[in-house]
């Protein structure tokens, strides 16, 4: 579901901690769902009645038991998957309360629906594979401007045409529609879109109905248009919209009780896939750049800390779901579009038996079906995840994106990934916590006025994977990159890198926990510990033409040197605090994949 981009600053999500190793992170505003979040924490809320309290905070509000009312003027905006979750849970509903979610889930011609038209339809207006259901009077008609006169709004053709060229992106690129038969509601088999006014907290949304107790667990939808909404926005924003929801009856279809990420991640991601220029989804991004530290398949319930990244925008609503879609843009460029639909189809039969979508067995089987497709392609979900983080220290200049990408499209991509800290004073030791899926991005200064060399020292823990990396950044021209390979007896690697002040203008480290998730606590992550020293010139430097050796604790690059990129993009247009800034560029990390596979996955079990 995508909520209108002008509600950004607006509306606020859900609430619960995702920073692992941390202390909760205070709430960066209102958040429509946070007395219901703290009683199912309490254990006051089972899951499924908290799903339930959910939609109703975000379709009838004032449905809400008094206790747990709705915060006002904020709201969530993934809704699609807020009705997806509340459909696989009903079965745990005492019947009054599968009644009130029944009502929430049905139609507008239904009766029971809240909100259901006051004014009779007028006749439907359907295509190859979808039809348009519409009213002609009253708040819920879409804008009725009708130039040809043939007595159908253009807002309801363009809105099929639109759902037709959706349709045939994804079936080019091998999706399928599953086709779950809805028993005709709507008058045939086609997929129903339903167009009203549904206020201004989202734009469109998908609704489940009919499950199918199967495997893999697939049910029928329908989608909603909000005329409210989208009658304000132009065409290309109404299209992308569209593009999305189409995704998410394709995906009901077939894998019904998918992780959140993978929902609406994939989705996000099938905009850019149906028009190569989309451009509404750059908002999501930003978020997602903002804070790396989260992990890549973290629920819709995780929260961002108050502390300022990027807009008040990307504080005000967690987005990291819809931005975990950069991992398809890396993964579809190196391995091309049959790894985004293979997990889907794959994991609809792989993953049939998990009850919890977010849950962490659930998330950790999607993981492993993602491995076990990569494994086909001679790599694993360790070493692409370990090397899209290092890419996305700047992702404009990111090889995997700029062979899917122009440079001028991931020119509105962020600048940078968050840099969590930046050193000018040394010696430094520090230790950071990393969540499973998760990277860290590290600079290192010369101290004012100073030039030499930065010792640096990176000890990983034993029970997990770990990828660490640095880049040596001049003040002009290209970057080198250098992966740090781990020793495997003492788990430790470090680098030496002269010319710091002069050649280099900072190095920057980059470090990864790649493992999949084990347990859904704050205890599931790693400590990774880096020192630093500096040790000023007392000889005249080297040629600045010439880039320094970088000794990488005897374990050198494939090659024999290390490679280079050219910079790409300018500065972040965010808001970023004085005291930190953005890190900017990163190439592949050369033996990665292969110091991943060379020893075996020891992992921590709960």
Same mark, same amino acid.
């Given at each position: 579901m995508?909520?209108?981009?002008?509600?950004?600053?607006?509306?606020?999500?859900?609430v619960?901690p995702?920073?692992?190793g941390? @202390?909760? &992170?205070a709430?960066v505003? /209102?958040?429509?769902?946070?007395?219901?979040?703290?009683?199912?924490r309490?254990?006051?809320?089972?899951?499924?009645?908290?799903?339930?309290?959910?939609?109703?905070?975000?379709?009838?509000?004032?449905r809400? /038991?008094?206790?747990?009312?709705?915060?006002?003027? !904020?709201g969530? %905006?993934?809704?699609?998957?807020?009705?997806?979750?509340?459909?696989?849970?009903?079965?745990?509903?005492?019947?009054?309360?599968?009644?009130?979610?029944?009502?929430?889930?049905?139609?507008?011609?239904?009766?029971?629906?809240?909100?259901?038209?006051?004014?009779?339809?007028?006749?439907?207006?359907?295509?190859?594979?979808?039809?348009?259901?519409?009213?002609?009077?009253?708040?819920?008609?879409?804008?009725?401007? =009708? *130039?040809d006169g043939?007595?159908?709004?253009?807002?309801? +053709?363009d809105?099929?045409?639109?759902f037709?060229?959706?349709?045939?992106?994804?079936t080019a690129?091998?999706?399928?529609?599953?086709?779950?038969?809805?028993?005709?509601l709507?008058? =045939?088999t086609?997929?129903?879109?339903y167009?009203k006014?549904?206020g201004? #907290?989202?734009?469109? !949304?998908?609704?489940?109905? #009919?499950?199918?107790?199967?495997?893999?667990?697939?049910?029928?939808?329908?989608v909603?248009?909000n005329?409210?909404?989208?009658?304000?926005?132009?065409? @290309?924003?109404?299209?992308?919209v569209?593009?999305?929801?189409?995704?998410?009856?394709f995906?009901?279809?077939?894998?019904?009780?998918?992780?959140?990420?993978?929902?609406?991640?994939? !989705?996000?991601?099938?905009?850019?896939?149906?028009y190569?220029?989309?451009?509404?989804?750059?908002?999501?991004?930003?978020?997602?750049?903002?804070?790396?530290?989260?992990?890549?398949?973290?629920?819709r319930?995780?929260?961002y *800390?108050?502390?300022?990244?990027?807009?008040?925008?990307?504080a005000?609503?967690?987005?990291?779901?819809?931005?975990?879609s950069?991992?398809?843009?890396?993964?579809?460029?190196?391995?091309?579009?049959?790894?985004q639909?293979?997990?889907w189809?794959?994991?609809?039969?792989?993953?049939?038996?998990e009850?919890?979508?977010?849950?962490?067995?659930?998330?950790?089987?999607v993981m492993?079906v993602?491995?076990?497709?990569?494994?086909a392609?001679?790599?694993?979900?360790?070493?692409?995840?370990?090397?899209? @983080?290092?890419?996305?220290?700047v *992702?404009?200049?990111?090889?995997?994106?700029? $062979?899917?990408e122009?440079p001028g499209?991931?020119?509105?991509?962020?600048?940078?990934?968050?840099?969590?800290?930046?050193?000018?004073?040394?010696?430094?030791?520090e230790?950071?916590?990393?969540?499973?899926?998760?990277?860290?991005?590290v600079d290192?200064?010369? /101290?004012s006025?100073?030039r030499?060399?930065?010792r640096?020292?990176?000890?990983?823990? #034993?029970?997990?994977?770990?990828?660490?990396?640095?880049q040596?950044?001049?003040?002009?021209?290209?970057?080198?990159?250098?992966?740090?390979?781990? #020793?495997?007896?003492?788990?430790?690697?470090?680098?030496?890198?002269?010319?710091?002040? $002069?050649q280099?203008?900072r190095?920057?480290l980059?470090?990864v926990?790649?493992?999949?998730?084990?347990? =859904?606590?704050?205890? =599931?992550?790693?400590?990774?510990?880096?020192?630093?020293?500096?040790?000023?010139?007392?000889?005249? *430097? +080297?040629d600045a033409g010439?880039?320094? &050796?970088?000794d990488?604790?005897?374990?050198?690059?494939?090659?024999g040197?290390?490679a280079?990129?050219a910079?790409?993009?300018?500065?972040?247009a965010?808001g970023? /605090?004085a005291t %930190?800034?953005?890190?900017?560029? @990163?190439?592949?990390?050369?033996?990665?994949?292969?110091?991943?596979?060379?020893?075996?996955r020891?992992?921590?079990?709960?």
């Open positions: 995508r909520v209108a981009p002008f509600a950004f600053v607006a509306l606020s999500g859900t619960a995702a920073l692992v941390a @202390a909760t &992170p709430r505003g /209102p958040s429509r769902f946070v007395r219901i979040d703290e009683a199912e309490r254990g006051e809320l089972s899951a499924a009645v908290a799903s339930l309290r959910r939609v109703q905070a975000v379709r009838a509000p004032e809400l /038991p008094a206790a747990l009312e709705a915060e006002p003027g !904020a969530p %905006h993934e809704l699609s998957d807020l009705l997806r979750l509340a459909a696989l849970r009903r079965g745990a509903l005492a019947p009054p309360l599968a009644a009130e979610l029944r009502d929430l889930l049905a139609r507008p011609t239904d009766a029971s629906d809240p909100f259901a038209w006051s004014v009779t339809p007028e006749p439907a207006y359907c295509t190859e594979h979808f039809c348009l259901h519409w009213v002609a009077s009253g708040p819920d008609a879409p804008p009725l401007f =009708d *130039p043939d007595g159908v709004p253009k807002f309801i +053709i809105a099929g045409d639109q037709e060229t959706a349709w045939r992106a994804l690129i091998g999706y399928s529609y599953h086709g779950v038969d809805d028993g005709g709507g008058g =045939d086609r997929i129903d879109v167009v006014d549904a201004g #907290d989202f734009a469109a !949304a998908v609704f489940p109905e #009919d499950f199918v107790e199967s495997s893999p667990v697939r049910f029928s939808s329908w909603m248009l005329a409210s909404v989208l009658d304000i926005f132009p065409p @290309a924003y109404v299209a992308e569209i593009a999305h929801e189409l995704k998410h009856t995906d009901a279809a077939t894998f019904g009780n998918a992780p959140s990420w993978l929902f609406e991640s994939s !989705a996000t991601w099938v905009e850019n896939e149906v190569d220029d989309a451009s509404y989804y750059y908002p999501f991004l930003e978020c997602w750049f903002g804070f790396p530290e989260f992990s890549l398949d973290v629920t319930y995780d929260e *800390p108050t502390e300022q990244r990027a807009s008040y925008a990307c005000a609503q967690p987005t990291h779901i819809y931005g975990s950069t991992f398809w843009f890396h993964a579809t460029a190196r391995f091309g579009l049959g790894i639909r293979d997990t189809d794959q994991g609809g039969v792989a993953c049939a038996a009850t919890d979508p977010d849950g962490p067995s659930a998330r950790r089987c492993d993602i491995d076990q497709l990569l494994a392609h001679g790599e694993s979900l360790e070493a692409v995840f370990a090397q899209m @983080a290092f890419e996305n220290a *992702p404009r200049a990111s090889p995997a994106l700029l $062979s899917i122009t499209e991931l020119a509105d991509w962020p600048a940078a990934a968050w840099v969590d800290a930046k050193h000018y004073a040394y010696p430094v030791d230790t950071v916590e990393l969540a499973h899926l998760s990277a860290r991005y290192f200064r010369p /101290p006025g100073r030499g060399t930065v640096i020292t990176v000890d990983g823990p #034993d029970a997990f994977a770990f990828a660490a990396a640095i040596l950044v001049p003040p002009t021209g290209p970057r080198v990159e250098q992966p740090l390979v781990l #020793d495997p007896a003492t788990r430790t690697a470090s680098a030496e890198v002269s010319g710091l002040g $002069s280099w203008s190095v920057a980059i470090l926990n790649p493992s999949r998730i084990e347990t =859904d606590s704050m205890s =599931d992550g790693l400590a990774a510990r880096y020192q630093a020293s500096f040790e000023p010139e007392t000889v005249t *430097p +080297i010439a880039p320094p &050796p970088v990488a604790g005897g374990a050198p690059a494939e090659g040197a290390p280079a990129q910079e790409g993009g300018g500065g972040c965010c970023v /605090p %930190h800034e953005r890190a900017w560029g @990163a190439l592949p990390a050369l033996g990665l994949a292969a110091a991943l596979r060379a020893r075996s020891r992992r921590r079990r709960g």
